[in-house]
């Protein structure tokens, strides 16, 4: 059974930092795409980054290019978003999900989800 746990939320000051990590398990993740998606209250849950299995396919949702940076570590089955510069518009609960094949902004194109962890970032 494929499991996706997310970890790293918390609460953040403005200008602030978090790192989120997403560990995947079940299977092997051989040629999946990773991705960030976040819904924030009384939102619809939005894409926010993605990356391919060789890491070479990134995509930004522009409200985060230039603050977030995805990454992965493939031996380790785990995918990181280093977000800097957090805004308060950036609390949500951040979502990771995995999909066979390359990169996409899609929320519906995901295979499998994980669980969620809550960023809150106060002004």
């Known amino acids: 059974q494929v499991q996706l746990v997310e970890s790293g939320g918390g609460l953040v000051q403005a200008g602030g930092s978090l790192r989120l990590s997403c560990t995947a398990s079940?299977?092997?993740?051989?040629?999946?795409?990773m991705g960030w998606f976040r819904q924030a209250p009384g939102k619809e849950r939005e894409f926010v980054a993605t990356?391919?299995?060789?890491?070479?396919?990134?995509y930004y949702a522009d409200s985060v290019k230039g603050r977030f940076t995805i990454s992965r570590d493939n031996p380790k089955n785990t995918m990181f978003l280093q977000m800097n510069s957090l805004k308060p518009e950036d609390t949500a609960v951040y979502y990771c999900?995995?999909?066979?094949?390359?990169?996409?902004?899609?929320?519906?194109?995901?295979?499998?989800w994980g669980q969620g962890t809550q960023v809150t970032v106060s002004s």
């Open positions: 079940g299977r092997t993740f051989s040629g999946y795409a």
């Open positions: 990356i391919s299995w060789s890491g070479d396919i990134i």
């Open positions: 999900a995995c999909r066979l094949g390359t990169s996409h902004r899609i929320e519906s194109s995901y295979d499998y």
